[in-house]
């Protein structure tokens, strides 16, 4: 039998796998870019952006720019506030084989490291009413800050590729709402895609799958997605039409996740075949032909300890539905 990494491994390549993985991988961090960063990731982060975490975010791990203090309120201005770290004395060597001591290569994928977005960078420095209105109104600096900020993140991508050997890289970049993209499909494709290739290419060209996290309903961008020659998208929520998509890109780009924590499997009164035929029926939906990597459960709660229970149930069914599901 294959280890789940394999598996993982073999859907990133778009090969078929001997069972349908789980969507969990190690992110591998270059210490140099978060030394200002907490260990929950709250703090500044290297290109000056404050960071929070919060109840209302759900306590995400500092993904959450410190509101009322974004650097930039004039995109115009970019220049003149906007910074990257001076990385010419970096030992990349050095640090690369003391980052990997870290961490253990055989447990999971190891994914790159990857600061932030290339969209959410401009959402970062200046918070949304005043980056989307710098969109509209001023395109061209919008551009110009977004090929700078993307030729440093570049040039950090190739000395990951070189030393930190990664088995593939995981690119975060939100750029939807639950029912629409931020930004019209043209100017999404004019403002960001350059920047998003430009990126995902240095992986891709030295044979690193690459992985792009999108929350969201941004169905209406996956021909763009696939243009960059992203293997696998999470956490495919389901406010897309992803049996469409299945149907028309098969295994071309995995769908990591296609499953709803908050809808029907969260139902109080589901019994434990309930929540068990779900995760069944997902797994037939997704997974034939390859393509499909399990991502999900229901979000644990201090005040509901049955949802502990409720995950144990959709994890072990995943592993037993899962197992031989190729090679029945």
């Known amino acids: 039998m294959l280890s789940n990494k394999e598996n993982y491994m073999r859907v990133l390549h778009r090969e078929v796998p001997e069972s349908v993985p789980m969507g969990m991988f190690t992110m591998m961090r270059v210490s140099c870019l978060n030394e200002r960063r907490n260990p ?80 959410q960078a401009l959402i970062n420095y200046m918070g949304f009413t005043e980056g989307l209105c710098a969109c509209y109104e ?20 190739k000395n990951i590729v070189k030393y930190y050997k990664p088995d593939g890289v995981w690119m975060p970049d939100d750029v939807a709402t639950q029912r629409s993209t931020f930004i019209s499909k043209e100017m999404f494709e004019e403002l960001f895609l350059p920047s998003w290739k430009r990126y995902s290419e240095v992986f891709i060209d030295a044979g690193i799958p690459a992985q792009l996290h999108c929350c969201g309903q941004c169905e209406i961008l996956f021909d763009d997605f696939v243009s960059c020659g992203f293997s696998a998208w999470d956490p495919a929520q389901t406010m897309n039409d992803l049996k469409g998509i299945k149907a028309k890109y098969g295994n071309q780009i995995a769908l990591v996740g296609a499953f709803d924590g908050n809808g029907k499997i969260a139902d109080p009164d589901l019994t434990e075949e309930d929540v068990r035929a779900i995760v069944r029926e997902t797994i037939d939906n997704y997974a034939p032909g390859g393509g499909f990597i399990w991502q999900g459960g229901v979000a644990a709660r ?27």
């Open 40 to 119: 929950d990731f709250s703090g500044f982060d290297c290109f000056g952006v404050e960071y929070v975490v919060s109840e209302e975010s759900g306590f995400a791990a500092g993904f959450i720019p410190k509101p009322g203090q974004f650097m930039l309120d004039d995109i115009t201005k970019w220049r003149d506030v906007c910074y990257v770290p001076d990385l010419s004395d970096v030992d990349w060597e050095k640090m690369a084989k003391a980052d990997l001591a870290k961490i253990d290569r055989d447990a999971a994928p190891v994914m790159s490291d990857n600061l932030t977005g290339i969209f």
């Open 138 to 157: 001023e395109p061209e600096e919008v551009k110009a800050l977004m090929e700078w900020f993307t030729d440093f993140n570049v040039e950090v991508a």
């Open 302 to 328: 201090p005040d509901k300890p049955e949802l502990a229970e409720r995950n144990k149930w959709i994890y072990d069914e995943v592993a037993k539905y899962g197992k031989n599901y190729y090679t029945k």
